[in-house]
């Protein structure tokens, strides 16, 4: 799996060819797919017991950015992946067509604000990189971000890219651990996923008319995020590039790839300092003295009853 991840990880500072070097249909032809969702559910249960330790430990949090294409499967995949997890250390944020109150601030604000606590996970589904994406794609909704004019110049998407850059170093500098996940599906799957969608009633609320607008400019998003992943992909904040025909091997690829980051924080529960060994063995004591206490209790209780009968 080490030797997987490490394929589909964007390298840092080396320029890719998002149609050429990634397929969305790959499956890494080393297992099955019954082989695969076993592995996966194993994969579960180990990171529900990584999330316990970080919680216990309150230092680190790890901040997971999901990005894709309409139909990707994020939310099938946030479903899945964090099924054995404690909801109490984890929060899910989607980032939908900013308010008036977001246009009002600088475009970073309302992920800042959402970011996890230390000893969480978060998960943004969409995020700050949308600001590089469907903003580049639809040059329109620019002009509603009210932004200086002379900032809104040709320049104003390498500067973006410099400013998530240093916005993820200083988020790792002060323990928050960024993970990013790209879920790549091919057009023609995703035309598949539409039709479901169309032609299953359960699933005719997922679909908008938007996402066949969208279709349409699939070119410009390929073209948006192939420089979003060689300008951002950094060695501390990594895109993986996941393959999404195929679901059973997308939650594998992620599952693997938040496991790998938290070993290498060597996670492990607070060590217990002597004063406080102390105080739990005083209060063992304590409680242990109670049922003896209570013990005696009912055994004169029972005396007294046997002498009235």
């Not at 294409?69 to 054995?84: N, R």
């Amino acid at each position: 799996m080490k030797k997987l991840l490490e394929s589909l990880k964007v390298p840092s500072g080396k320029k890719i060819d998002l149609r050429q070097d990634y397929d969305p249909g790959y499956i890494g032809h080393f297992m099955s797919k019954e082989d695969a969702e076993d592995t996966t559910a194993a994969g579960i249960q180990l990171l529900a017991q990584q999330q316990d330790k970080l919680y216990a430990q309150n230092t680190y949090a790890l901040l997971i950015i999901l990005q894709a294409l309409d139909a990707a499967g994020k939310d099938s995949t946030i479903k899945h992946v964090m099924s054995g997890v404690n909801p109490q250390g984890v929060q899910v944020t989607s980032f939908k067509v900013p308010s008036a109150e977001e246009l009002d601030h600088d475009y970073l604000w309302r992920n800042y604000v959402a970011l996890p606590l230390r000893g969480n996970i978060g998960i943004f589904n969409r995020s700050y990189y949308e600001e590089v994406l469907v903003v580049r794609v639809h040059p329109e909704y620019l002009e509603r971000q009210q932004l200086p004019p002379v900032l809104n110049d040709q320049n104003i998407w390498s500067r973006r890219f410099l400013e998530i850059n240093n916005f993820e170093r200083y988020l790792v500098d002060n323990g928050i651990i960024v993970l990013k996940f790209f879920l790549n599906v091919s057009k023609d799957e995703q035309k598949r996923r539409f039709l479901k969608r169309i032609e299953e009633p359960e699933k005719n609320w997922k679909f908008s008319a938007a996402d066949i607008h969208e279709r349409a400019c699939w070119d410009d998003y390929i073209d948006a995020y192939e420089e979003m992943f060689n300008n951002t992909s950094t060695p501390y904040a990594p895109w993986y590039i996941i393959p999404a025909d195929h679901k059973w091997f997308t939650r594998l690829a992620v599952v693997s790839a938040i496991l790998e980051t938290l070993d290498r924080l060597h996670l492990a529960y607070p060590e217990v300092t002597i004063q406080q060994n102390e105080e739990l063995l005083a209060a063992k004591v304590e409680m242990e003295k109670e049922n003896v206490d209570n013990a005696g209790g009912i055994k004169k209780e029972k005396k007294k009853i046997g002498k009235k009968s």
